[in-house]
């Protein structure tokens, strides 16, 4: 490609990072205008800022029309670049088809002569199975296997991934101390996407955490400064956090105390022991300690060994079922535990009121 259109190209991303979304726009389209008559390794690898100018500009037929123009070259050319570009637009276009996607980016994966696309077609094929509510573990196999980028938004990128990560795994505490440490090195302006992404991942975080309070706070913040902004999708996901936070009851919190012979379990004017011989008593032991435990831990605190599936899930149920049972006498709105890929959450804050575990 000729030097003149790489500092075009490079212009526009620069543009598409200071939210001067038109300009880049302008430029991006002179370049993407020829794909159908000489398509280049560098369509791959400039489409995402496209596309992203076309999402947030709210331009779906232009969207449209690139995907048809990718899906009739990629029959005719059959190059991993017209492969991955035809996966991106299937997955962020109007006409979304997660399953055909996930075909190609694996496929795309698989060619070791595409090494230059592999990190971004992994993060695409994270997103699809985020998307449709895949095992955790899928997305955690897939973003472990990418490298460090020294790509400043691909790099950004992929440590928004593992701090999702750490948050959908329940790993609520250390996922926090990452997001904060990662808004310390981006810059609103300049780093625009990966900030609001945080922001948005932050406050799916405190949601989850039972904490509302911060998550209203979270919410007017961006939404002050996103709403003075072209970009449409970030509003989408505004709103969808919002939606999510007014539909989300408010979880009291658990008070305790660790006397002799057992716990007391204080809310909502009520209250509750559990014996420390009983099983649902060592269970809520470690709820004290960690918030979010998976199976493994679970199995090897209450049966003494180590975890296995076929035998130990339904004890673990059963255990866990009769913990919340005992709960719900405390008058809780919602279910006071929930489940999530791979173990289980109490949803309630819980504070010692005096001695330690």
Request: aromatic fraction near 14%; include cysteine.
């Given at each position: 490609?000729?030097?003149?259109?790489?500092?075009?190209?490079?212009?526009?991303?620069?543009?598409?990072?200071?939210?001067?979304?038109?300009?880049?726009?302008?430029?991006f389209r002179r370049f993407f205008d020829r794909l159908p008559?000489?398509?280049?390794?560098?369509?791959?690898?400039?489409?995402?800022?496209?596309?992203?100018?076309?999402?947030?500009?709210?331009?779906?037929?232009?969207?449209?029309?690139?995907?048809?123009?990718?899906?009739?070259?990629?029959?005719k050319w059959?190059?991993?670049?017209?492969?991955?570009?035809?996966?991106?637009?299937?997955?962020?276009?109007?006409?979304?088809?997660?399953?055909?996607?996930k075909e190609i980016l694996t496929k795309v994966i698989a060619n070791p002569d595409s090494g230059y696309l592999h990190t971004k077609a992994k993060m695409l094929?994270?997103?699809?199975?985020?998307?449709?509510?895949?095992?955790?573990?899928?997305?955690?196999?897939?973003?472990?296997?990418?490298?460090?980028?020294?790509?400043?938004?691909?790099?950004?990128?992929?440590?928004?991934?593992?701090?999702?990560?750490?948050?959908d795994e329940g790993k609520l505490e250390l996922a926090e101390r990452k997001i904060t440490k990662f808004f310390e090195g981006v810059d609103p302006i300049l780093d625009w996407y990966a900030y609001f992404s945080g922001k948005i991942i932050l406050g799916g975080l405190y949601l989850l955490r039972g904490d509302k309070e911060q998550a209203e706070k979270l919410l007017v913040e961006t939404k002050a400064i996103v709403d003075k902004s072209p970009f449409k999708t970030l509003k989408a996901q505004i709103s969808a956090l919002e939606k999510k936070l007014n539909t989300t009851p408010?979880?009291?919190?658990?008070?305790?105390?660790?006397?002799?012979?057992?716990?007391?379990?204080?809310?909502n004017d009520k209250r509750i022991e559990l014996s420390y011989q009983t099983i649902p008593a060592k269970i809520f032991?470690?709820?004290?300690?960690?918030?979010?435990?998976?199976?493994s831990q679970l199995a090897k605190k209450i049966f003494k060994k180590e975890y296995e599936p076929a035998s130990d899930d339904g004890r673990l149920h059963y255990q866990i079922h009769c913990l919340r049972k005992i709960l719900l006498e405390l008058?809780?709105?919602?279910?006071?535990?929930?489940?999530e890929e791979g173990g289980y959450r109490l949803v309630p804050k819980v504070t010692i009121r005096e001695g330690e575990v």
């Open positions: 490609m000729l030097e003149k259109h790489t500092k075009d190209l490079d212009k526009a991303k620069e543009l598409f990072f200071s939210w001067k979304l038109h300009d880049a726009y302008a430029i008559f000489s398509p280049q390794p560098e369509h791959a690898l400039y489409l995402s800022y496209f596309i992203r100018c076309l999402l947030e500009l709210g331009k779906e037929r232009e969207l449209n029309f690139y995907l048809n123009q990718i899906e009739t070259l990629s029959l059959q190059t991993d670049e017209l492969y991955y570009q035809l996966a991106e637009v299937s997955i962020l276009g109007s006409k979304r088809n997660l399953t055909y996607a094929l994270a997103y699809c199975y985020d998307c449709e509510g895949d095992s955790v573990d899928a997305c955690r196999r897939i973003i472990d296997s990418i490298v460090d980028s020294k790509d400043r938004p691909t790099q950004l990128n992929l440590e928004l991934w593992r701090i999702k990560m750490l948050r408010i979880t009291p919190e658990l008070f305790c105390e660790n006397g002799i012979q057992g716990w007391t379990v204080f809310c032991e470690v709820f004290t300690k960690k918030e979010w435990i998976d199976k008058d809780f709105d919602s279910d006071p535990i929930s489940f």
